[in-house]
Protein backbone atom coordinates (compact mmCIF):
# COMPACT_ATOMS: atom_id res chain seq x y z
CA UNK A 1 0.00 0.00 0.00
CA UNK A 2 3.24 2.50 0.85
CA UNK A 3 4.58 1.59 -2.68
CA UNK A 4 1.50 3.55 -4.03
CA UNK A 5 1.73 6.99 -2.35
CA UNK A 6 5.37 7.18 -1.53
CA UNK A 7 6.03 10.15 -4.57
CA UNK A 8 3.02 12.21 -3.15
CA UNK A 9 3.19 11.10 0.86
CA UNK A 10 4.85 14.26 2.31
CA UNK A 11 2.71 16.52 0.80
CA UNK A 12 -0.52 14.77 1.66
CA UNK A 13 0.31 14.41 5.35
CA UNK A 14 0.94 18.13 5.47
CA UNK A 15 -2.29 18.99 4.19
CA UNK A 16 -4.36 16.40 5.94
CA UNK A 17 -2.77 17.82 9.34
CA UNK A 18 -3.88 21.34 8.73
CA UNK A 19 0.36 21.99 8.48
CA UNK A 20 0.91 20.30 12.10
CA UNK A 21 3.15 17.51 10.55
CA UNK A 22 6.11 19.92 10.46
CA UNK A 23 5.62 20.63 14.19
CA UNK A 24 4.84 17.35 15.39
CA UNK A 25 7.99 15.96 13.46
CA UNK A 26 10.12 18.96 15.16
CA UNK A 27 8.75 17.58 18.70
CA UNK A 28 10.16 14.32 17.83
CA UNK A 29 13.31 15.63 16.79
CA UNK A 30 14.00 17.79 20.16
CA UNK A 31 12.69 14.37 22.12
CA UNK A 32 14.90 11.94 20.28
CA UNK A 33 17.42 15.00 20.76
CA UNK A 34 20.66 13.89 18.36
CA UNK A 35 23.68 14.48 19.54
CA UNK A 36 26.75 14.36 16.89
CA UNK A 37 28.57 11.13 16.78
CA UNK A 38 25.56 9.36 17.84
CA UNK A 39 23.77 6.26 15.71
CA UNK A 40 20.61 6.34 15.35
CA UNK A 41 17.76 4.14 14.13
CA UNK A 42 14.73 5.68 12.32
CA UNK A 43 12.09 2.79 12.31
CA UNK A 44 9.37 2.81 9.30
CA UNK A 45 11.22 6.15 7.71
CA UNK A 46 8.88 6.28 5.34
CA UNK A 47 10.90 8.84 2.52
CA UNK A 48 13.30 9.74 4.90
CA UNK A 49 12.25 13.46 6.16
CA UNK A 50 12.42 12.98 9.89
CA UNK A 51 15.95 10.73 9.06
CA UNK A 52 17.29 13.76 7.16
CA UNK A 53 16.48 16.10 10.09
CA UNK A 54 17.95 13.86 12.70
CA UNK A 55 21.43 13.25 10.27
CA UNK A 56 21.80 17.52 10.69
CA UNK A 57 22.90 16.83 13.95
CA UNK A 58 26.10 15.07 12.95
CA UNK A 59 24.41 11.94 13.95
CA UNK A 60 24.87 9.03 12.02
CA UNK A 61 21.37 8.08 10.98
CA UNK A 62 19.42 4.45 9.38
CA UNK A 63 16.58 4.93 7.86
CA UNK A 64 14.82 1.71 7.49
CA UNK A 65 11.26 1.08 6.23
CA UNK A 66 9.46 -2.31 5.35
CA UNK A 67 8.21 -0.69 1.54
CA UNK A 68 10.75 -0.76 -1.19
CA UNK A 69 8.55 1.96 -2.85
CA UNK A 70 9.25 4.28 0.05
CA UNK A 71 12.85 3.69 0.24
CA UNK A 72 13.68 4.25 -3.05
CA UNK A 73 11.67 7.59 -3.16
CA UNK A 74 13.60 8.41 0.19
CA UNK A 75 16.83 7.49 -1.49
CA UNK A 76 16.30 9.81 -4.54
CA UNK A 77 14.89 12.45 -2.15
CA UNK A 78 18.30 12.11 0.49
CA UNK A 79 21.42 10.52 -1.73
CA UNK A 80 23.50 10.97 1.30
CA UNK A 81 21.09 9.43 4.11
CA UNK A 82 21.53 5.66 4.70
CA UNK A 83 18.49 3.50 3.83
CA UNK A 84 17.62 -0.36 4.81
CA UNK A 85 14.71 -1.71 3.57
CA UNK A 86 13.70 -4.10 6.29
CA UNK A 87 10.69 -5.31 8.59
CA UNK A 88 10.52 -3.44 12.09
CA UNK A 89 9.81 -6.95 13.84
CA UNK A 90 12.54 -8.49 12.59
CA UNK A 91 15.23 -5.52 12.51
CA UNK A 92 18.79 -6.38 10.88
CA UNK A 93 20.80 -5.21 13.14
CA UNK A 94 22.62 -6.75 16.09
CA UNK A 95 21.86 -6.45 19.97
CA UNK A 96 22.99 -2.96 21.47
CA UNK A 97 23.90 -0.98 18.41
CA UNK A 98 22.11 2.28 18.76
CA UNK A 99 21.91 5.33 20.87
CA UNK A 100 18.28 6.14 20.13
CA UNK A 101 15.31 4.28 17.86
CA UNK A 102 12.55 6.39 16.64
CA UNK A 103 9.51 5.97 15.30
CA UNK A 104 6.79 7.92 13.60
CA UNK A 105 3.47 7.25 12.61
CA UNK A 106 4.68 3.95 11.92
CA UNK A 107 4.30 1.35 14.76
CA UNK A 108 0.48 1.29 14.35
CA UNK A 109 1.16 0.03 10.54
CA UNK A 110 3.07 -2.88 11.91
CA UNK A 111 1.21 -6.25 12.02
CA UNK A 112 2.50 -6.96 15.54
CA UNK A 113 3.58 -3.77 17.69
CA UNK A 114 4.75 -5.25 20.68
CA UNK A 115 7.22 -7.31 18.68
CA UNK A 116 8.43 -4.59 17.22
CA UNK A 117 9.02 -2.91 20.71
CA UNK A 118 11.02 -5.76 21.71
CA UNK A 119 13.06 -5.28 18.74
CA UNK A 120 13.61 -2.00 19.42
CA UNK A 121 14.74 -3.07 23.09
CA UNK A 122 17.25 -5.69 21.81
CA UNK A 123 19.09 -3.04 19.17
CA UNK A 124 19.57 -0.28 21.40
CA UNK A 125 22.70 -0.07 24.10
CA UNK A 126 21.96 0.31 27.51
CA UNK A 127 20.56 3.54 28.78
CA UNK A 128 19.54 4.57 24.53
CA UNK A 129 16.49 5.79 24.19
CA UNK A 130 13.15 5.39 22.53
CA UNK A 131 10.99 7.91 21.10
CA UNK A 132 7.49 6.77 19.51
CA UNK A 133 5.37 9.43 17.67
CA UNK A 134 2.12 8.44 16.81
CA UNK A 135 -1.70 8.97 16.85
CA UNK A 136 -3.32 9.05 20.28
CA UNK A 137 -6.93 9.30 21.54
CA UNK A 138 -7.78 13.28 22.51
CA UNK A 139 -8.59 12.70 26.19
CA UNK A 140 -11.62 15.69 25.93
CA UNK A 141 -14.70 13.93 24.91
CA UNK A 142 -15.75 17.36 22.60
CA UNK A 143 -12.22 17.28 20.73
CA UNK A 144 -12.41 13.79 20.03
CA UNK A 145 -15.79 14.34 18.72
CA UNK A 146 -14.75 16.79 16.28
CA UNK A 147 -11.78 14.93 15.41
CA UNK A 148 -13.25 11.50 14.59
CA UNK A 149 -15.56 13.57 12.65
CA UNK A 150 -13.30 15.52 10.70
CA UNK A 151 -11.68 11.72 9.89
CA UNK A 152 -15.02 10.29 9.22
CA UNK A 153 -16.07 13.55 6.62
CA UNK A 154 -13.47 16.06 6.05
CA UNK A 155 -10.98 13.58 5.09
CA UNK A 156 -12.01 11.39 2.84
CA UNK A 157 -12.54 15.19 0.94
CA UNK A 158 -9.11 16.13 0.79
CA UNK A 159 -7.47 12.85 0.36
CA UNK A 160 -9.54 12.41 -2.95
CA UNK A 161 -8.06 16.19 -4.55
CA UNK A 162 -4.32 15.74 -2.23
CA UNK A 163 -3.19 12.20 -2.89
CA UNK A 164 -1.97 9.80 -5.91
CA UNK A 165 -4.25 6.83 -4.21
CA UNK A 166 -6.93 7.79 -2.07
CA UNK A 167 -7.50 3.60 -1.01
CA UNK A 168 -4.79 3.90 0.15
CA UNK A 169 -5.85 6.52 2.83
CA UNK A 170 -9.20 4.65 3.85
CA UNK A 171 -7.73 2.77 5.81
CA UNK A 172 -6.71 5.57 8.25
CA UNK A 173 -9.66 6.64 10.26
CA UNK A 174 -10.08 2.88 11.57
CA UNK A 175 -6.28 1.93 12.40
CA UNK A 176 -6.57 5.22 14.27
CA UNK A 177 -9.62 4.49 15.89
CA UNK A 178 -7.93 0.95 16.50
CA UNK A 179 -4.88 2.14 18.27
CA UNK A 180 -4.63 2.01 21.78
CA UNK A 181 -4.56 5.24 23.98
CA UNK A 182 -1.37 6.80 25.93
CA UNK A 183 -1.83 4.62 29.15
CA UNK A 184 -1.96 1.50 26.95
CA UNK A 185 1.21 2.13 24.87
CA UNK A 186 3.38 3.53 28.11
CA UNK A 187 2.24 -0.34 29.24
CA UNK A 188 3.25 -2.09 26.18
CA UNK A 189 6.54 0.29 26.68
CA UNK A 190 7.30 -1.35 30.16
CA UNK A 191 6.56 -4.75 29.14
CA UNK A 192 8.86 -4.90 26.45
CA UNK A 193 11.58 -3.44 28.98
CA UNK A 194 11.52 0.10 28.80
CA UNK A 195 12.12 2.17 31.97
CA UNK A 196 11.75 6.16 32.43
CA UNK A 197 8.18 5.60 30.41
CA UNK A 198 6.43 8.53 29.53
CA UNK A 199 4.14 10.87 26.90
CA UNK A 200 3.70 13.96 25.95
CA UNK A 201 0.65 14.85 23.88
CA UNK A 202 0.82 17.04 21.11
CA UNK A 203 -2.59 19.17 19.59
CA UNK A 204 -4.80 18.08 21.92
CA UNK A 205 -3.86 14.74 21.99
CA UNK A 206 -4.61 13.42 18.45
CA UNK A 207 -0.73 12.70 18.36
CA UNK A 208 1.16 11.64 21.42
CA UNK A 209 4.85 11.37 21.78
CA UNK A 210 6.32 8.17 24.25
CA UNK A 211 9.47 7.58 25.05
CA UNK A 212 11.47 5.49 27.16
CA UNK A 213 15.40 3.99 28.08
CA UNK A 214 16.83 0.77 28.19
CA UNK A 215 17.86 0.64 31.64
CA UNK A 216 21.70 1.23 32.18
CA UNK A 217 21.34 -1.51 35.12
CA UNK A 218 22.91 -4.86 34.34
CA UNK A 219 20.32 -6.50 36.83
CA UNK A 220 17.58 -4.49 35.47
CA UNK A 221 18.06 -5.67 32.03
CA UNK A 222 18.66 -9.49 33.02
CA UNK A 223 15.07 -9.50 34.75
CA UNK A 224 13.85 -8.21 31.75
CA UNK A 225 15.72 -11.16 29.58
CA UNK A 226 14.61 -13.78 32.64
CA UNK A 227 10.68 -12.32 32.20
CA UNK A 228 11.13 -12.90 28.07
CA UNK A 229 12.36 -16.07 28.27
CA UNK A 230 9.79 -17.42 30.87
CA UNK A 231 6.95 -16.18 28.50
CA UNK A 232 8.46 -17.57 25.59
CA UNK A 233 9.43 -20.93 26.51
CA UNK A 234 7.48 -23.68 26.16
CA UNK A 235 4.92 -25.02 28.86
CA UNK A 236 5.85 -28.38 30.30
CA UNK A 237 3.37 -30.59 31.49
CA UNK A 238 3.01 -32.15 34.60
CA UNK A 239 1.85 -35.60 35.28
CA UNK A 240 -1.52 -33.70 36.88
CA UNK A 241 -2.00 -31.47 33.39
CA UNK A 242 -2.01 -34.29 31.16
CA UNK A 243 -5.73 -34.62 30.24
CA UNK A 244 -6.48 -32.65 27.43
CA UNK A 245 -8.79 -30.43 29.94
CA UNK A 246 -6.35 -29.64 31.91
CA UNK A 247 -3.98 -28.72 28.78
CA UNK A 248 -6.73 -26.26 27.74
CA UNK A 249 -7.00 -24.22 31.16
CA UNK A 250 -3.15 -24.04 31.90
CA UNK A 251 -3.37 -22.21 27.85
CA UNK A 252 -5.86 -19.85 29.09
CA UNK A 253 -4.33 -18.86 32.07
CA UNK A 254 -1.20 -18.52 30.31
C1 LIG B 1 2.56 6.50 7.78
S1 LIG B 1 4.14 6.05 7.17
C2 LIG B 1 5.25 6.97 8.19
C3 LIG B 1 6.51 7.38 7.49
C4 LIG B 1 7.43 8.34 8.26
N1 LIG B 1 7.88 7.78 9.50
C5 LIG B 1 6.77 9.66 8.50
O1 LIG B 1 6.63 10.07 9.65
O2 LIG B 1 6.43 10.31 7.51
C6 LIG B 1 4.28 4.42 7.78
C7 LIG B 1 5.49 3.68 7.24
O3 LIG B 1 5.58 2.45 7.95
C8 LIG B 1 6.17 1.50 7.07
N2 LIG B 1 5.98 0.18 7.64
C9 LIG B 1 4.82 -0.51 7.81
N3 LIG B 1 5.05 -1.71 8.36
C10 LIG B 1 6.39 -1.78 8.57
C11 LIG B 1 7.25 -2.78 9.12
N4 LIG B 1 6.78 -3.94 9.57
N5 LIG B 1 8.58 -2.53 9.16
C12 LIG B 1 9.08 -1.36 8.70
N6 LIG B 1 8.31 -0.37 8.17
C13 LIG B 1 6.99 -0.58 8.10
C14 LIG B 1 5.45 1.78 5.76
O4 LIG B 1 6.13 1.23 4.66
C15 LIG B 1 5.39 3.31 5.77
O5 LIG B 1 6.46 3.88 5.07
Given at each position: ??????????????????????????????????????????????????????????ATVIALDFSQGMVDE???????LDFVQGDAER????????????????????????????????????????????????????????????????????????????????????????????????????????????????????????????????????????????????????????????????????
Amino acid sequence: MFDGVARRYDRTNAVLSGGNAGLWRAATRRAVNPQPGERILDIAAGTGTSAAALARSGATVIALDFSQGMVDEGRRRHPGLDFVQGDAERLPFGDDEFDAVTISFGLRNVQRPQVALTEMYRVLKPGGRVVICEFSRPPSRVVRAGYYAYLRHVMPLIVGAASSNPEAYRYLFESIQDWPDQATLSQWLRTAGFTKVGHRNLTTGVVALHRGRKPQNAALRASVSQRRARSTAPKRRSSSSASPSAARSSTTDH
